[in-house]
């Protein structure tokens, strides 16, 4: 007995189509709803200088007595193609919260229908693509970062087009298929360095299962076409300014590779520091959001699935999709130190791909276990859309991104600047606003308001270990200059006295 085949046609279609709606619904909702955070503002600063002054600086964030020499003209900490992508954008619709985040959410659409025509050809089977296309529009690591103005979920869209674009053209036309997706996965990494770091050893897997008896030695050009234009366009931007580069570049990527030197370290704080606090095992984390613990114990078992039994193990699309899982796991264990949630983006579709491919394989070797196996997907699509709904629910950008923006609108001049993290640029405009978390140590500046959000409070905890002068310095500005004005969970706005 075999599972169920899904509809045909126009029935299909319409399936594919509710998955992509239902993405959409969530990820809009998301972005209507979330606090802003700093990040997004960092991205969308050289952005705006671009479209604005035509040189890709920060003037958002405050580079005195920092590494980030230059970067009032400069943004080397950064990638530069998102800012180069954002900026025509934000001269079509407008320099927004929303259009940044509506930015992120079209990146994500593309690379939701990147990654069903990649299981598609992988698997053949309609079933898998759908369920598992289905699965990816709901997650909620897919969705924060679709509803977030960084440039990770562009890179993934890059990356995912790279694996799309080669599948869909080797047949045919193999040197377009090398340059093509080579091409996009070299824009995977200008847009962001894990993209890249990602998107490069995939594409390679995939030319070596389907095309290595196929590779000839003229096959290189289209291969290395795309990193010499790349590299010479990045070049020519790093060459006009290579002392603040190298600063800026150096220091923020310092650090990144010590998992090399102790694996199992970096092994513990995968999970500690990644997937746990990605799936609600925080202190903070919303309480429908810690059921979610339950969605990665689900996707373990579905990619132990794929290794059992031995005719599922020797399935080439099993095995295609394992060695994608391998390459992710390996470059966020071993070659991303920082252990930042966001990066979980790229091994999201693949877990999906994972339990679409366990349940409609098992269940069709095994009719008994579909109730099972049903049942955990129904888990699946319950916990995310439920962390999802909730999150829309809370509304916390009205309720306390807008009050704040309220009380400085308010109370500020024309032309006055506040210190404060960058997100509040979105609400005041990035030219009234300064980041700086040193509130003034090195630049002198004392404006007549400060906001100090959640941001400012742990980077002060770092200050009391690391450099407690900067720390006295702010709890004596704070407690004899200031006074606070106003306040909720987030956000404290002070007013110089």
């Known amino acids: 007995m075999s599972a169920?085949?899904?509809?045909?046609?126009?029935?299909?279609?319409a399936?594919?189509?509710?998955?992509?709606?239902?993405?959409?619904?969530?990820?809009?909702g998301?972005?209507?709803n979330r606090v802003p955070i700093c990040d997004e503002g960092w991205y969308a600063s050289p952005a705006l200088s671009l479209l604005t002054s035509g040189s890709m600086g920060s003037p958002v964030i405050e580079g005195a007595g920092t590494y980030l020499k230059g970067i009032e003209r400069y943004t080397y900490w950064e990638m530069p193609l998102h800012a180069v992508v954002a900026a025509p954008w934000y001269r079509l619709f407008g320099p927004s919260l929303i259009s940044t985040r509506m930015l992120s959410v079209i990146?994500?659409?593309?690379?939701?229908?990147?990654?069903?025509?990649?299981?598609?050809?992988?698997?053949?089977?309609?079933?898998?693509?759908?369920?598992?296309?289905?699965?990816?529009?709901?997650?909620?690591?897919?969705?924060?970062?679709?509803?977030?103005?960084?440039?990770?979920?562009?890179?993934?869209?890059?990356?995912?087009?790279?694996?799309?674009?080669?599948?869909?053209?080797?047949?045919?036309?193999?040197?377009?298929?090398?340059?093509?997706?080579?091409?996009c996965a070299v824009a995977s990494g200008l847009t962001h360095p894990q993209g890249g770091l990602i998107a490069v050893p995939s594409l390679i897997l995939l030319q070596f299962y389907y095309d290595r008896h196929r590779f000839r030695w003229p096959q290189v050009i289209p291969i290395a076409l795309p990193y010499l234009i790349g590299g010479a366009a990045w070049s020519a931007y790093i060459l006009q300014n290579p002392e603040a580069f190298w600063a800026q570049f150096s220091r923020n990527s310092a650090g990144r590779l010590w998992p090399l030197k102790s694996p199992l370290l970096a092994l513990r704080r995968e999970i500690t520091d990644r997937i746990l606090p990605a799936y609600g095992m925080l202190p903070a984390a919303h309480r429908v959001g810690r059921l979610r613990i339950v969605v990665p114990i689900?996707?373990?078992?579905?990619?132990?699935?794929?290794?059992?039994?031995?005719?599922?193990?020797?399935?080439?699309?099993?095995?295609?999709?394992?060695?994608?899982?391998?390459?992710?796991?390996?470059v966020l264990v071993f070659l991303e130190g920082a252990k930042q949630p966001w990066y979980l983006i790229h091994l999201s579709w693949l877990?999906?791909?994972?339990?679409?491919?366990?349940?409609?394989w098992h269940t069709q070797r095994r009719p008994a276990w579909r109730p099972v196996c049903l049942g955990a997907l129904a888990v699946l699509v319950l916990l995310q859309t439920g962390y999802a709904a909730a999150l829309i629910a809370e509304g916390r950008y009205a309720g306390v991104y807008r009050p704040v923006i309220a009380v400085l609108q308010r109370n500020m001049r024309p032309g006055e600047l506040v210190i404060g993290s960058a997100e509040l640029g979105f609400g005041l405009g990035f030219d009234r606003v300064l980041d700086d978390r040193r509130l003034g140590y090195y630049s002198h500046r004392m404006p007549r308001?400060?906001?100090?959000?959640?941001?400012?409070?742990?980077?002060l905890q770092q200050f009391r270990r690391e450099q407690p002068e900067i720390a006295q310095y702010i709890t004596g500005v704070l407690a004899s200059l200031y006074r606070p004005v106003f306040e909720n969970d987030t956000y404290t706005v002070y007013a110089r006295q």
Do not use: K
Request: charge should be positive.
């Open 4 to 13: 169920p085949e899904p509809p045909r046609g126009r029935g299909y279609v």
């Open 15 to 28: 399936l594919c189509l509710a998955a992509l709606v239902l993405y959409a619904a969530l990820s809009i």
């Open 30 to 32: 998301l972005s209507l």
């Open 298 to 330: 689900v996707y373990v078992a579905a990619v132990l699935g794929l290794g059992w039994p031995r005719a599922v193990r020797r399935m080439p699309a099993a095995r295609i999709i394992g060695g994608l899982i391998a390459i992710v796991v390996l």
């Open 107 to 183: 990146a994500g659409l593309a690379a939701l229908l990147c990654w069903f025509s990649i299981l598609r050809r992988v698997t053949g089977d309609r079933s898998i693509a759908l369920i598992a296309l289905l699965l990816t529009a709901i997650d909620s690591n897919v969705l924060i970062l679709a509803s977030t103005g960084r440039s990770d979920m562009l890179s993934a869209a890059f990356g995912a087009a790279a694996l799309a674009a080669y599948l869909a053209l080797r047949e045919d036309h193999l040197h377009w298929a090398l340059f093509t997706g080579h091409a």
């Open 449 to 459: 308001f400060i906001v100090v959000g959640e941001d400012y409070r742990q980077s």
């Open 351 to 360: 877990l999906a791909a994972a339990a679409a491919a366990s349940y409609t």
